[in-house]
């Protein structure tokens, strides 16, 4: 069986390998450890078919090196780490070797964070400490140091070894080293640009050598506009990996293949870019295309990252054109059945230029269109039912121009706005001539371009009722009204500000149960003529037989308010906000209670007295509750009630509370004895 070998000699004395190979510490096979005393080396890509775990002290027992590494995160920013620690090469000896076809190592942490690499990326690969990627090749400090997307310099670099260290620091001061944080992950770049920081693992406890005979590779980057298409000078090409994350796209411009040492497009990491908006477009920027109509112009690029075979190198192609001009889509005969119109403005040149017009990538046979002087004219049968469809014209040595194209289908009705109680905190009701297909279809409201909750509004035959909440402010809403099948249809709803009510002033002198009362407010006569409602504790009641307005006053009848409490009246009119007022009942009166004197227990009887008699309180008498529970069943003398054995089933001291209909609670104490 065949060891695979990485070479670090330039780092791993002889002597030390010596000693590692005579048994400088023990294994241990295997043993579950604590994640943070111990690191477990083990997978199918090991010479030894048995994992190793190699405790704390057997680590810090091993020969260490300590070495200085520059590092790159993903927001892009440029930092220093220092490490001391064992190499990789030194830990897989340890653990018996490498077999040679063995192409994958998975990194674990305790924290449940794990990064897989190649082999070949990890121990490989020579990885370097770049002492002046903050400085430019002159060796003076970039107007920006920290900014990782702005490439330093390469001079004075030293190979540095992968290192599982077991003290580290976001430093380059060795003084700093401590052991918060390990074992901790390090090593260097390959290229000075490489963003290495998100792949240190902190807190590793397990390491996996792995055959795997299948690895995944990086999907090829894409580009935008795509390849092949015909841009202007100047034109920016957006590329792109299949995360925008760890996996990077690196380009050349020149026809050479691109590397990791070529220049990197996604700098700032997809994760941060919500964070990142003011420069994104600046660090991201696209790859501008310059040259003279007619000329190619190549992009080549790849995709590396993490844990994968590098994506195949992918060629994009642009040709350098003239500027077409802007199509406008037809907004007066679009509907099904109807020739298309797009308008520009003249360019004969572009005109006699043009080679073909697709719809929705399909290509249009020449005679389904007609080309004049500002005119594109696409017969009627190119667009078979309703929809929005994507027209593009191409020409020689000009840019596609396109436009999108929607096509109507039915004839949805008009809206008529609310005029009639259109002011602020009023439901507003728009209406129109009925059509039930319509309305069946109907799958949205907007009201200035924001999209409406379902139960913000409902659709009744030749209604839309929209709420109130809708409407916060006075002034103009934008409100439409989408179907399937059917052209959008709107109405502009004007909201006016609300007139303010008269003050209601609550009845205080007749306010008890039972009794009819006297809400009261400094007579406003438009104000009354135009109430609509009157509700309590939001239910409506009736006009007719439940209230009545009249001079600065509303009275309310005495079987609408029959319980003590407090009611929430509120008023409503047509123009005016909604007028309210808090209404308190108070209850009748109720007799005292007397506790039952003779010591009695749960398994008695118990007979609360009562004074005075008041027949019309006892028969409105509903519940009887014993700290807090209603009991179940009771009974009702003309002098006492009567709370029967085993209906309280705890014993102790309660309270006994009785509650009758218009009247207030009256309470006794009362003890059950074990």
Same mark, same amino acid.
């Given at each position: 069986?065949?060891?695979?070998?990485? @070479?670090? #000699?330039?780092?791993?004395?002889? #002597?030390?390998?010596?000693?590692?190979?005579?048994?400088?510490?023990?294994?241990?096979?295997?043993?579950?450890?604590?994640?943070?005393?111990?690191?477990?080396?083990?997978?199918?890509?090991?010479?030894?078919?048995?994992?190793?775990?190699?405790?704390?002290?057997?680590?810090?027992?091993?020969?260490?090196?300590?070495?200085?590494?520059?590092?790159?995160?993903?927001?892009?920013?440029?930092?220093?780490?220092?490490?001391?620690?064992?190499?990789?090469?030194?830990?897989?000896?340890?653990?018996?070797?490498?077999?040679?076809?063995?192409?994958?190592?998975?990194?674990?942490?305790?924290?449940?964070?794990?990064?897989?690499?190649?082999?070949?990326?990890?121990?490989?690969?020579?990885?370097?400490?770049?002492?002046?990627?903050?400085?430019?090749?002159?060796?003076?400090?970039?107007?920006?140091?920290?900014?990782?997307?702005?490439?330093?310099?390469?001079?004075?670099?030293?190979?540095?070894?992968?290192?599982?260290?077991?003290?580290?620091?976001?430093?380059?001061?060795?003084?700093?080293?401590?052991?918060?944080?390990?074992?901790?992950?390090?090593?260097?770049?390959?290229?000075?640009?490489?963003?290495?920081?998100?792949?240190?693992?902190?807190?590793?406890?397990?390491?996996?050598?792995?055959?795997?005979?299948?690895?995944?590779?990086?999907?090829?980057?894409?580009?935008?506009?795509?390849?092949?298409?015909?841009?202007?000078?100047?034109?920016?090409?957006?590329?792109?990996?299949?995360?925008?994350?760890?996996?990077?796209?690196?380009?050349?411009?020149?026809?050479?293949?691109?590397?990791?040492?070529?220049?990197?497009?996604?700098?700032?990491?997809?994760?941060?870019?919500?964070?990142?908006?003011?420069?994104?477009?600046?660090?991201?920027?696209?790859?501008?295309?310059?040259?003279?109509?007619?000329?190619?112009?190549?992009?080549?690029?790849?995709?590396?990252?993490?844990?994968?075979?590098?994506?195949?190198?992918?060629?994009?192609?642009?040709?350098?054109?003239?500027?077409?001009? #802007?199509?406008?889509?037809?907004?007066?005969?679009?509907?099904?059945?109807?020739?298309?119109?797009?308008?520009?403005?003249?360019?004969?040149?572009?005109?006699?230029?043009?080679?073909?017009?697709?719809?929705?990538?399909?290509?249009?046979?020449?005679?389904?269109?007609?080309?004049?002087?500002?005119?594109?004219?696409?017969?009627?049968?190119?667009?078979?039912?309703?929809?929005?469809?994507?027209?593009?014209?191409?020409?020689?040595?000009?840019?596609?121009?396109?436009?999108?194209?929607?096509?109507?289908?039915?004839?949805?009705?008009?809206?008529?706005?609310?005029?009639?109680?259109?002011?602020?905190?009023?439901?507003?009701?728009?209406?129109?001539?009925?059509?039930?297909?319509?309305?069946?279809?109907?799958?949205?409201?907007?009201?200035?371009?924001?999209?409406?909750?379902?139960?913000?509004?409902?659709?009744?035959?030749?209604?839309?009722?929209?709420?109130?909440?809708?409407?916060?402010?006075?002034?103009?809403?934008?409100?439409?009204?989408?179907?399937?099948?059917?052209?959008?249809?709107?109405?502009?709803?004007?909201?006016?500000?609300?007139?303010?009510?008269?003050?209601?002033?609550?009845?205080?002198?007749?306010?008890?149960?039972?009794?009819?009362?006297?809400?009261?407010?400094?007579?406003?006569?438009?104000?009354?003529?135009?109430?609509?409602?009157?509700?309590?504790?939001?239910?409506?009641? #009736?006009?007719?037989?439940?209230?009545?307005?009249?001079?600065?006053?509303?009275?309310?009848?005495?079987?609408?308010?029959?319980?003590?409490?407090?009611?929430?009246?509120?008023?409503?009119?047509?123009?005016?906000?909604?007028?309210?007022?808090?209404?308190?009942?108070?209850?009748?009166?109720?007799?005292?209670?007397?506790?039952?004197?003779?010591?009695?227990?749960?398994?008695?009887?118990?007979?609360?007295?009562?004074?005075?008699?008041?027949?019309?309180?006892?028969?409105?008498?509903?519940?009887?509750?014993?700290?807090?529970?209603?009991?179940?069943?009771? @009974?009702?003398?003309?002098?006492?009630?009567?709370?029967?054995?085993?209906?309280?089933?705890?014993?102790?001291?309660?309270?006994?509370?009785?509650?009758?209909?218009?009247?207030?609670?009256?309470?006794?104490?009362?003890?059950?004895?074990?």
């Amino acid at each position: 069986m065949m060891v695979k070998r990485i @070479g670090l #000699s330039r780092f791993v004395l002889l #002597s030390f390998m010596l000693a590692l190979i005579m048994g400088l510490c023990g294994l241990i096979m295997p043993a579950t450890v604590n994640a943070y005393t111990s690191v477990e080396i083990t997978g199918n890509g090991l010479v030894s078919s048995t994992p190793v775990t190699l405790d704390k002290s057997c680590l810090e027992g091993m020969a260490q090196v300590q070495a200085t590494y520059s590092s790159i995160n993903t927001w892009p920013t440029k930092s220093w780490y220092v490490g001391k620690g064992i190499p990789l090469d030194a830990l897989f000896i340890q653990a018996g070797g490498i077999k040679a076809e063995a192409n994958i190592i998975k990194v674990y942490s305790s924290d449940g964070f794990n990064i897989t690499f190649t082999l070949e990326e990890l121990l490989d690969n020579t990885r370097s400490y770049y002492p002046n990627f903050k400085k430019d090749d002159s060796l003076v400090d970039l107007d920006d140091p920290y900014s990782g997307h702005i490439p330093g310099s390469t001079i004075g670099s030293v190979a540095v070894p992968p290192m599982l260290a077991l003290q580290s620091a976001n430093s380059n001061d060795y003084e700093d080293l401590v052991t918060s944080e390990v074992p901790h992950l390090l090593f260097g770049q390959r290229y000075v640009t490489e963003q290495t920081n998100n792949l240190f693992v902190k807190y590793v406890n397990k390491i996996e050598v792995i055959i795997d005979n299948d690895p995944d590779q990086w999907a090829e980057p894409t580009a935008t506009p795509a390849s092949g298409t015909t841009v202007t000078s100047g034109t920016g090409i957006a590329l792109s990996s299949i995360f925008n994350d760890a996996d990077k796209v690196y380009f050349t411009t020149d026809g050479s293949d691109p590397s990791i040492s070529s220049d990197m497009y996604n700098w700032i990491a997809s994760r941060w870019w919500s964070s990142r908006l003011d420069v994104l477009d600046e660090i991201n920027h696209p790859v501008e295309i310059t040259g003279t109509v007619g000329q190619t112009k190549t992009i080549k690029a790849l995709v590396i990252g993490p844990g994968r075979i590098n994506s195949n190198v992918t060629t994009f192609t642009y040709t350098i054109g003239n500027e077409s001009p #802007s199509l406008t889509a037809d907004i007066t005969n679009n509907s099904v059945g109807q020739d298309i119109d797009i308008t520009f403005t003249d360019d004969s040149d572009w005109r006699s230029a043009i080679t073909g017009v697709t719809v929705n990538d399909s290509t249009l046979n020449s005679n389904y269109y007609t080309v004049t002087a500002g005119n594109l004219n696409i017969a009627s049968s190119a667009f078979s039912s309703p929809g929005t469809y994507s027209i593009v014209v191409t020409a020689d040595n000009f840019t596609n121009a396109s436009v999108d194209q929607t096509i109507n289908g039915n004839t949805p009705p008009s809206l008529t706005a609310d005029t009639t109680d259109n002011t602020v905190g009023k439901a507003i009701d728009i209406t129109f001539v009925d059509n039930t297909a319509w309305r069946a279809a109907i799958t949205g409201v907007t009201v200035n371009s924001s999209s409406l909750n379902s139960n913000d509004y409902t659709v009744t035959a030749g209604n839309l009722n929209i709420v109130s909440s809708v409407f916060s402010s006075q002034g103009t809403y934008a409100v439409v009204v989408t179907a399937t099948d059917y052209p959008d249809t709107g109405v502009n709803q004007t909201i006016n500000a609300a007139l303010i009510p008269p003050t209601l002033t609550a009845d205080s002198t007749e306010n008890t149960c039972g009794r009819a009362v006297d809400i009261t407010f400094t007579d406003d006569p438009d104000w009354r003529a135009a109430i609509t409602g009157v509700n309590v504790n939001g239910n409506p009641i #009736s006009g007719s037989s439940q209230y009545a307005v009249t001079t600065g006053k509303i009275n309310i009848a005495s079987g609408v308010l029959t319980n003590p409490g407090d009611y929430t009246i509120v008023v409503t009119a047509t123009g005016y906000a909604d007028a309210s007022v808090i209404q308190n009942i108070i209850g009748l009166t109720p007799p005292d209670l007397k506790k039952d004197e003779l010591q009695k227990t749960i398994r008695d009887n118990v007979y609360i007295e009562f004074t005075p008699t008041i027949q019309a309180w006892r028969t409105a008498i509903y519940r009887v509750t014993v700290g807090g529970i209603p009991l179940p069943y009771f @009974g009702i003398g003309s002098s006492q009630i009567s709370i029967m054995k085993n209906t309280v089933t705890q014993h102790g001291t309660h309270t006994v509370t009785v509650y009758a209909t218009g009247y207030a609670p009256t309470s006794c104490v009362q003890t059950w004895l074990p």
